[in-house]
């Protein structure tokens, strides 16, 4: 996770701290490429925290990150999730495009119905065009998204929560379990059958989606080589 601890945003299924970001650490894109060259990674999805108080919500950051990973590990793959750039989409896309990753994750999270309650500060419409249109600027790159179950959504908002990404470009999906961090942060209200989580995997088998990886225990960074792989992403 880049750009720092202290998320600019408060959602309350998530126990990443949030409050006043620090400055970027300039260092930091050449420092997670050593440690990435060290490690000998194949595969490394690199994520941050919402950074709403930079112009172009950190895409130059991720940017350099990449840049740094692939100077250091050519044979690295790529994956970021990223936040939704709230009213800094276009000029994020334009940053990301000049240097894309191998696999593109943002994630919807959630049903629309709950977002006031769970994402507060996001928009469904805003992040499922920010999929569809980062597929728009770099079509050879996948296109991925991750969602929870057990906020109390219905089966059929997640099936059309599905169709929506399908119908945004979108080849790659998570499904998994929410389990809340603690007490304080939104609690679970159902938890998912086994034999629900294999009816959304065929659905999304029969959708289109490239790799549908779906499990109480799966979450954005899952088996992601292997997803990715799967799916023909790299």
């Known amino acids: 996770m880049i750009m720092g601890d202290k998320c600019t945003r408060r959602c ?17 894109p050449k420092n997670l490429a050593k440690t990435i060259g ?19 919500g950190g895409a130059q950051h991720f940017v350099d990150c990449i840049r740094e990973t692939r100077v250091a590990s050519p ?33 919807l999270e ?10 507060p500060g996001s928009d469904y ?18 296109t991925k998204s991750g969602l929870m179950v057990g906020l109390g959504e219905t089966d059929e908002e997640i099936l059309a929560v599905m ?7 979108v080849d790659m999906l998570t499904i998994g379990q929410y389990l809340a961090p603690s007490g304080h942060h939104l609690p679970v209200r159902r938890y998912v059958h086994p034999d629900t989580f294999k009816m959304f995997e065929r659905e999304a088998a029969a ?24 799916a023909g992403a790299v």
């Not at 000998?40 to 919402?50: A, E, G, H, Q, R």
């Open 110 to 119: 959630t049903v629309p119905r709950l977002y006031k309650e769970a994402r």
């Open 12 to 28: 309350p299924f998530c126990d990443v701290g949030h409050g006043r970001p620090d400055p970027l650490d300039p260092e930091e």
């Open 163 to 169: 169709r929506d990404l399908r119908e945004h470009g």
């Open 125 to 142: 419409a805003f992040s499922l065009n920010l999929l569809k249109k980062f597929k728009a600027a770099v079509p050879g790159v996948p």
């Open 75 to 107: 044979q690295t793959k790529i994956e970021v999730l990223v936040p939704d750039f709230r009213g800094r989409d276009d000029r994020a896309l334009d940053i990301l495009k000049a240097a894309p990753p191998d696999v593109m994750n943002h994630n």
């Open 207 to 230: 959708m289109g989606f490239s790799h549908a990886a779906v499990g109480a225990l799966v979450r954005s960074s899952y088996h992601a080589d292997r997803q990715a792989e799967q």
């Open 38 to 56: 060290a490690l000998k990674l194949n595969y490394v999805v690199i994520t941050s925290v919402d950074r709403d108080d930079l112009k172009d």
